[in-house]
Structure formats: C-alpha cells, structure tokens
T-cell receptor
C-alpha cells in the first residue's frame, strides 16, 4: 500500500462545478503539500499546510490530522484548471525535506 | 525574483552517452532537491543538497547517477552511460532552509529522452 493515496485517479467536470480531490496518508507528517502539474509543464506548489484550512482564490485546502486526510477543493471550476493535482507529505524530524508523493489526480474541466 | 530554473528543458541522448541536467535555485535559496518522474508514475525523491554538501542521496540509483551543488553555479545532476530506462522528467526544487523555511519551489523540469 502506498503511503500517500489520492482519489479519484481521474476526474472530469463541467465548467462551473465544485470539485473535490482527496488525499489520505498512512504515516506521521510534518506538512502536506498540494501541487499542480500542467501537461508537459512544470510543477507549481499550491499549498503547504500542517493543520486547518488554507484558501487562495478559488482553491481551498483542508487537512484533518487525526484522520490523516486532506482535501483540495476548486470552486467555480474552469477549463484552465485542467491539470494533474498531486498530494505530497513531508515527514517530521530529520527527513522533513523528503517529500513522498501520491500518484496524482488528473482533472479535466470541460467548457 | 526569478523562479527555479532548469536547463535544458528537453534533452535527447543516445544510449551510452552522458546527460547533464542543471538547476539554478531561486535567489536566496541554499537547498536543492532533485526528483524523477518516470512515465505513468509518481514523483520520487532522488537527492537533497546544500551548497557543497550532499545531505541525503538515498533515492539515487547506486550507479551512474551523481549530483553536486558547488559553491558557485547551478546544481548538476549527472547521468553517465544513459539507458532507455533513464528516460523521464527530472525536476529540481529549492527552498531557503533554516529560518527561511523548507517549502519547496519547483522548476519546470528537464525531459530526458534516451534513444
């Protein structure tokens, strides 16, 4: 079993829909990261969080440390949101820099 | 403030040749990380460097791969005698470290194709 699991693997939505991507992890962490990767493109860090909730524009990330679960929400989705969204965790202590990644959720937003 | 820069963006090598991938961290960042993304697979940690020091290379293949981050200039990931299985996207990230924090900022990646 992977230490970081994402669901769904693939997601297709109509423009304007509210989208949720889930991430579960099985290890102790110091922080959880949400990243965005466009096709053939680089990786953009969206959020780094260790508790609670963060919001940036139409993106919201939440984390529940007790349940070892995080969600990434996109409100009023747009075709330009189409990308792969990757969840990653960093461990506490000396290895805190080393990220362990989920396999990503491929999101397609249709006009 | 320029972001993390990687070059080349695309690199084609024949089997047996050497590949050199460069990463210039963000200004003020002294920590560099290399990751590999194989086709249809997730990202995997390779190595973590600070200036002139390799801190953790536990994710590096034991042979043919090496990395450095000299006092001056970019970090280099070097792959000797490349094989088809080395074809992947290689991403570099940087962070300030210490009091500046460890949030990692990623570069655009280098896509290596071995023919």
């Amino acid at each position: 079993k992977n230490e970081v699991e994402q669901s769904p693997q693939n997601l297709t939505a109509q423009e304007g829909e509210f989208i949720t991507i889930n991430c579960s992890y099985s290890v102790g962490i110091s922080a959880l990261h949400w990243l965005q990767q466009h096709p053939g493109g680089g990786i953009v860090s969206l959020f780094m969080l260790s508790s609670g909730k963060k919001k940036h524009g139409r993106l919201i990330a939440t984390i529940n440390i007790q349940e070892k679960h995080s969600s990434l929400h996109i409100t009023a989705s747009h075709p330009r949101d189409s990308a792969v969204y990757i969840c990653a965790v960093s461990r506490p202590g000396a290895g805190s820099y080393q990220l362990t990644f989920g396999k990503g959720t491929k999101l397609s937003v249709i006009p | 403030n320029a972001g993390v820069m990687q070059n080349p963006r695309h690199l084609v090598r024949r089997r047996g040749q050497e590949a050199r991938l460069r990463c210039s961290p963000m200004k003020g960042h002294s920590h560099v990380y290399w990751y590999r993304q194989l086709p249809e697979e997730g990202l995997k940690f390779m190595v973590y460097l600070q200036k002139e020091n390799i801190i953790d290379e536990s994710g590096m293949p034991k042979e043919r791969f090496s990395a450095e981050f000299p006092k001056e200039g970019p970090s280099i990931l070097r792959i000797q005698q490349v094989v088809r299985g080395d074809s992947a996207a290689y991403f570099c990230a940087s962070s300030p470290g210490a009091s500046g924090g460890y949030e990692q900022y990623f570069g655009p990646g280098t896509r290596l194709t071995v023919t």
